[in-house]
């Protein structure tokens, strides 16, 4: 990445670090990433589909207790495993782990980040391609008074094309491939600065839209009033699962990021602005689709189509609905491939560290390995379809296999590595909480709290306990 620029001296209280590790820039190019990593289809295409699919209200608030209770400090905890070790996920859990005197074993939490984020690639870049392709439809002026029937028809026969569908991922896997490969990351970021807030500002005109259909305060009412009776036990999984999918953790790409953070930024309140940022742009695209849901009488549980359904409606109804149109899908395109970087970094840096892979080839091999697994997406959505294992096709069982369980998993494992592992003096020295209730209460949190959150959702979940 040449948004980092090279250490110039390494701290003599870190472990062995190689000299030639990588910093960002400031503080900003740390925040600008990680946020670039955390906002991305999570936010516009999963959230609202996985609202409509889970009732609403109810399971937005569960949510939201999930990103403040467990999302953030497991976020602090990742930043200060990543930024002490200065290596990859698994040799910062393994230098940590030797750090403490713990066992060897540990770094098997690394591994399974790095795996969860391979296989999250592998479907995320099959979503990242509907969003240039409709970059095209948008701009073709296909929206122009469409019908909801007629945006149903649409999506579905983009869904039903393996080659077409196949040929937009090949280009978002070179994509990725070829920025992290070629370290133009700079550009990128550079480029997010501006194009972050220009998501926002196209959101905030769609919500704008859709004050004007005279649904708006249905929209909101189906997104912030809870009814506890809707929601079920497999939800909160869900929103649990989420929670770690949208700030991307537990699949060591905030943990790559962390070790590239200068000693002297904060990760407490680089965390806490990560997350607002994050969770804002989220209920922003709910308040934006969902009174169109109901004004058009579309289906709020339709699935990961949710958002291709119901926007082109908005497009096509609006003035310089083509212009908006096809600004949101090309700055939806760019915010999935910010995440997208963050979701290889991992493996690459763990190909070039460990196996001294060129930066090239390391590229080149994760871009096959998941281009291969990105075809079983593909054909999920048609020739697969009804093809499932455990009640679910290729793409709903990666999916559920990763939010629903590796990422939980994860997420507990360094929730009680960070709390009950680390020595406590060096987790307050790297939080830099100093020796106040803010560090207990942190501390306290992601020892008893998130452990036993997760372990009691998960159990709930499988039906052992019922709450
Ligand atoms: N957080 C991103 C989103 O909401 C996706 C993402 C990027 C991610 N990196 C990740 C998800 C790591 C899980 C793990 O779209």
């Known amino acids: 990445m040449s948004d980092l620029t090279v250490?110039?001296?390494?701290?003599?209280?870190?472990?062995?670090?190689?000299?030639?590790?990588?910093?960002?820039?400031?503080?900003?190019?740390?925040?600008?990433?990680?946020?670039?990593?955390?906002v991305g289809l999570g936010n516009i295409w999963k959230f609202p589909y996985i609202t409509g699919e889970n009732g609403g209200g109810a399971f937005v608030l569960v949510y939201l207790a999930c990103i403040l209770l467990i999302g953030i400090p497991v976020m602090m905890a990742e930043i200060m495993i990543g930024r002490r070790a200065q290596k990859n996920p698994t040799d910062a859990m393994a230098a940590l782990a030797l750090e403490a005197k713990a066992s060897k074993l540990w770094q098997g939490v690394g591994w399974m980040g790095v795996i969860t984020g391979f296989l999250i690639l592998s479907f995320y870049t099959v979503i990242a391609g509907w969003a240039?392709?409709?970059?095209?439809?948008?701009?073709?002026?296909?929206?122009?008074?469409?019908?909801?029937?007629?945006?149903?028809?649409?999506?579905?026969?983009?869904?039903?094309?393996?080659?077409?569908?196949?040929?937009?991922?090949?280009?978002?896997?070179i994509l990725t491939m070829y920025i992290v490969g070629r370290g133009v990351s700079a550009g990128l970021e550079k480029a997010v600065s501006y194009l972050m807030p220009g998501l926002l500002i196209l959101i905030l005109i769609m919500v704008g839209y859709a004050m004007s259909t005279g649904h708006f305060m249905e929209g909101l009412e189906f997104l912030f009033a809870p009814d506890f009776s809707k929601l079920s036990t497999e939800s909160v999984l869900v929103a649990l699962g989420h929670a770690f999918f949208t700030l991307s953790l537990a699949s060591g790409a905030i943990m790559?990021?962390?070790?590239?953070?200068?000693?002297?930024?904060?990760?407490?309140k680089t965390s806490i602005a990560v997350a607002i940022v994050d969770t804002v742009v989220?209920?922003?695209?709910?308040?934006?689709?969902f009174p169109i849901v109901f004004a058009y009488g579309l289906e709020p549980g339709a699935g990961p189509g949710l958002i291709f359904v119901?926007?082109?409606?908005?497009?096509?109804?609006?003035?310089?609905?083509?212009?908006?149109?096809?600004?949101?899908?090309v700055m939806l395109s760019i915010?999935?491939?910010?995440?997208?970087?963050?979701?290889?970094?991992?493996?690459?840096?763990?190909?070039?560290?460990k196996c001294q892979f060129s930066r090239l080839k390391a590229c080149v091999t994760s871009g096959l390995v998941l281009w291969i697994l990105g075809v079983g997406t593909v054909l999920s959505f048609n020739i697969w379809e009804q093809h499932k294992i455990f009640g679910k096709n290729f793409f709903e069982l990666i999916d559920f296999l990763t939010a629903n369980l590796m990422m939980p998993l994860g997420g507990l494992l360094?929730?009680?590595?960070?709390?009950?592992?680390?020595?406590?003096?060096?987790?307050?020295?790297?939080?830099?909480?100093?020796?106040g209730i803010c560090f207990k209460l942190w501390q306290l949190t992601m020892r008893y709290l998130t452990p036993i959150g997760i372990v009691v959702v998960f159990l709930n979940a499988l039906g052992v306990i019922s709450l």
């Open 310 to 329: 119901t926007l082109p409606i908005a497009f096509g109804q609006m003035p310089f609905g083509i212009v908006f149109g096809t600004l949101f899908f």
């Open 335 to 353: 915010a999935a491939l910010t995440s997208a970087i963050s979701l290889i970094e991992p493996a690459v840096a763990w190909l070039t560290e």
């Open 132 to 173: 240039v392709s409709y970059i095209f439809t948008s701009g073709s002026g296909a929206f122009t008074d469409i019908t909801p029937d007629q945006a149903g028809a649409m999506f579905g026969a983009m869904l039903a094309d393996p080659v077409r569908l196949l040929s937009w991922s090949t280009l978002v896997v």
């Open 7 to 38: 250490a110039g001296s390494v701290p003599a209280d870190r472990l062995t670090t190689s000299p030639k590790r990588l910093q960002w820039s400031s503080r900003m190019a740390f925040i600008l990433a990680a946020a670039g990593s955390a």
């Open 282 to 289: 989220a209920l922003l695209a709910g308040m934006a689709i």
């Open 256 to 268: 790559t990021y962390g070790s590239y953070l200068p000693k002297n930024t904060s990760i407490v």
């Open 414 to 435: 360094v929730a009680i590595f960070s709390a009950w592992i680390i020595n406590s003096k060096v987790a307050e020295q790297e939080l830099g909480l100093g020796k």
